[in-house]
Nanobody, 128 residues
């Protein structure tokens, strides 16, 4: 499956932004998906994940209550709604996907190594 992120840009602290990840190539409903971000000089970190059905979602502590991950399998798209953004949310945001038959538990969805497909990333810059 091929992933393309969009929606990144510049936003003031306290504002909102919505990222999209469009998938193509194979039925997206077979894939769990996640969002990760990478700030300069730092490792890629987990932000949020959603199961293939969209029923279960997972968040990292720094974004819990501010960000919302969702998906529309009819549109083969995963979203990340970012509210009350902070300067520390700045970074390149990556969408990732993994075929659900390749994972034994949803607990691995917070790890970079669990994913087999990645997008090219979209830059988000939050100014104070």
């Amino acid at each position: 499956v091929h992933l393309i992120e969009s929606g990144g840009g510049w936003v003031q602290a306290g504002g909102s932004l919505r990222l999209s990840c469009a998938a193509s190539g194979r039925p997206f409903s077979n894939y769990a998906a996640g969002w990760f971000r990478q700030a300069p000089g730092r490792e890629r970190e987990f932000i949020a994940a959603v199961t293939s059905t969209g029923i279960e979602t997972y968040y990292s502590d720094p974004v819990k209550g501010r960000f919302t991950i969702s998906r529309d399998n009819a549109k083969n798209t995963v979203y990340l709604q970012m509210n009350s953004v902070k300067p520390e949310d700045t970074g390149v945001y990556y969408c990732a996907a993994v075929d659900v038959t390749r994972i034994s538990t949803n607990l691995v969805l917070k790890f970079v190594w669990a994913y087999s497909h990645w997008g090219q990333g979209t830059q988000v810059t939050v100014s104070s």
